[in-house]
C-alpha cells in the first residue's frame, strides 16, 4: 500500500467516479485497478443514510480514496493526476473516455473529466526521449509542436524531432 492515498472530494458522485475510473482503467489495461470499498452514511448523517460516504479504489496498482462531502469545493487544475501511455492507442483510449460526457479538452495532453478532475494523458517515456537536452533545437521543435496540441501525438512530436 502506497504511503500517500489522493482523497478526493466530490458532490455526491464519489461512487459513480470511483466505478467510472475503475472500469476506463481496466478497460485500458491497467489491470491493477479495483473498487476497494464503500462505507456509507448512517442515519447521523451529514448525508443521505445509506449513500456513500468514501470510496476506496485502486487505479493502476494507487490506491484512492473519494468522499462525498458537498458543494464546498470544486477541482481545478492545480493539481491533476498523469497517464503514462506507452503507444498512441493508449493515449486515444484514455482521451476519449476521459472526456466523454461532459469532459474538456485542455493543452498539451491536459484534460478535465465529466467531475471537474484534471489528468495528463502523455506518453512520459517517449516524450522525455524527445525532449533530449543534448539536442536542444530537437527538443525546442518537439516543444512548440506540442504546444499546439490538445490530445498529444506521438508521431507529430517525432516528426518535429526529425525535422531537419
Known amino acids: 500500500m502506497s504511503a500517500i492515498t489522493p482523497f478526493l472530494w466530490f458532490d455526491g458522485q464519489a461512487e459513480q467516479a470511483a466505478s467510472l475510473y475503475v472500469s476506463v482503467f481496466s478497460k485500458g489495461g491497467k489491470k491493477n485497478s479495483k473498487v476497494l470499498s464503500v462505507t456509507r452514511y448512517g442515519d447521523a448523517g451529514p448525508g443521505p443514510e445509506g449513500t456513500a460516504m468514501t470510496v476506496a479504489f485502486k487505479l493502476d496498482g494507487q490506491v484512492f480514496t473519494a468522499l462525498n462531502g458537498g458543494p464546498q469545493f470544486k477541482f481545478n487544475e492545480s493539481v491533476s493526476f498523469v497517464i503514462d501511455c506507452k503507444t498512441q492507442k493508449e493515449i486515444d483510449y484514455f482521451w476519449e473516455k476521459l ?15 465529466k467531475y471537474g478532475l484534471s489528468w495528463q494523458v502523455f506518453p512520459a517515456s517517449s516524450a522525455n526521449k524527445l525532449f533530449d537536452k543534448k539536442k536542444p533545437e530537437r527538443a525546442k521543435r518537439v516543444m512548440e509542436a506540442m504546444l499546439k496540441m490538445k490530445k498529444i501525438v506521438i508521431a507529430d ?7 531537419k
Open 99 to 113: 472526456t466523454q460526457d461532459g469532459g474538456q479538452e485542455s493543452m498539451c495532453g491536459w484534460l478535465k473529466d
Open 157 to 163: 512530436l517525432k516528426k518535429a524531432y526529425d525535422q
